[in-house]
């Protein structure tokens, strides 16, 4: 397995990982029992890196985390995260970032996740009627207790990211980034460059959309989050099914499929950049690993950079309300 460094830490990291929010919620019906399989698979191959918060399935995939490395924990690079605050009926509360809350976070997801320590403790997203000071001086006394070993920002703006690393190293940034979410390109990656800090590219294949296997909402089902996402439905779906058609096509060309280049594609831009497509079957697993043997030329770099300019996609990453949330920091 290929290695790639999160930043200033020097914490070695499998270069693809895991994101494992959909085997809890979000992507439609799951199956724990395939998914531990895949996790497994996963570790098998070299896959170390796992992704999870403690909002997704409200709590339910840290546990489920939980008891798949239950006897693996030492091959594991473990990033859990807090902040999307929710209510037990899964409602959505707020962004909640006092230092407080960071200690309770920590000591519930911990437990979930039946572990001693948190090898990456993300700010999922910035509160911002706290500075974000105060928060990564909670999240810092975590590291100081052993809690945690390495702190990380989520979707967080290059002020806020900043002023978050003067309190103490950031080791990460978790963010979208994949052909047909390029904004990162604008300040966050230079910022990233800057600090040494990794970029941890979520959603790498565009929730999906990227893999050329979505042509309709009709093929997900009724509680798929996707089927309501500005890009996923009306004109926004015909115009980014256009881009799909043209990296299915060179994809065909290379002899790879359109997820392979798409996540080769996003290796190649830096090797800061760690992406972690989320998948809940073996079959997805292996063949996005697969993407580690496919090495792009200037060319296809090129061509790529023509069939996805940075805008290219129709409609936002989110709707409006999210969108504002992550958008409203300085």
């Known amino acids: 397995m290929q290695k790639r460094t999160l930043g200033s830490s020097g914490l070695e990291v499998s270069a693809l990982g895991l994101g494992c929010m959909g085997m809890s919620e979000f992507y439609g019906a799951s199956d724990d029992a395939e998914s531990i399989k895949t996790i497994h698979r996963a570790l098998d191959l070299g896959a170390t890196f796992l992704d999870t918060a403690d909002m997704y399935g409200v709590g339910r995939n840290e546990q489920l985390i939980g008891r798949a490395i239950r006897d693996r924990r030492d091959e594991v690079v473990l990033a859990t995260k807090f902040g999307n605050q929710r209510g037990e009926d899964g409602s959505f509360l707020g962004v909640n970032g006092k230092p407080d809350y960071v200690h309770s976070s920590c000591e519930a997801s911990l437990k979930r996740l039946n572990v001693e320590v948190i090898d990456l403790y993300y700010q999922h997203r910035v509160d911002v009627t706290v500075p974000i000071e105060e928060t990564v001086?909670?999240?810092?006394?975590?590291?100081?207790?052993?809690?945690?070993?390495?702190?990380?920002?989520?979707?967080?703006?290059?002020?806020?990211?900043?002023?978050?690393?003067?309190?103490?190293?950031?080791?990460?940034?978790?963010?979208?980034y994949s052909l047909w979410s390029r904004d990162v390109e604008d300040e966050i990656l230079a910022v990233c460059k800057e600090l040494n800090i990794a970029f941890v590219a979520y959603s790498p294949l565009g929730r999906g959309f990227l893999t050329g296997q979505i042509k309709s909402v009709d093929v997900l089902e009724a509680t798929d989050f996707r089927r309501y996402g500005p890009r996923f439905t009306g004109e926004n779906l015909d115009k980014n099914l256009a881009l799909v058609n043209q990296v299915e096509a060179m994809a065909a060309e290379k002899g790879c499929t359109?997820?392979?280049?798409?996540?080769?594609?996003?290796?190649?831009?830096?090797?800061?950049?760690?992406?972690?497509?989320?998948?809940?079957?073996?079959?997805y697993l292996?063949?996005?690993?697969?993407?580690?043997?496919?090495?792009?030329?200037?060319?296809?770099?090129?061509?790529?950079?023509?069939?996805a300019p940075q805008g290219v996609a129709a409609g936002e990453r989110y709707p409006a309300e999210t969108m504002r949330r992550i958008t409203e920091q300085g």
């Not at 001086?137 to 975590?142: P, R, S």
């Not at 090797?271 to 079957?281: A, E, F, H, L």
Request: proline share 6%; aromatic share 4%.
């Open 286 to 307: 292996e063949e996005n690993l697969a993407a580690l043997d496919i090495t792009l030329t200037a060319d296809d770099l090129a061509r790529l950079d023509e069939i």
């Open 137 to 176: 001086g909670a999240m810092a006394e975590l590291v100081q207790q052993g809690k945690v070993r390495y702190l990380g920002l989520s979707e967080a703006s290059p002020n806020n990211i900043r002023r978050a690393n003067a309190v103490h190293p950031i080791a990460a940034l978790q963010t979208e």
């Open 258 to 283: 359109p997820a392979q280049l798409a996540l080769a594609w996003v290796l190649a831009q830096w090797d800061g950049i760690i992406p972690i497509p989320g998948t809940r079957r073996i079959k």
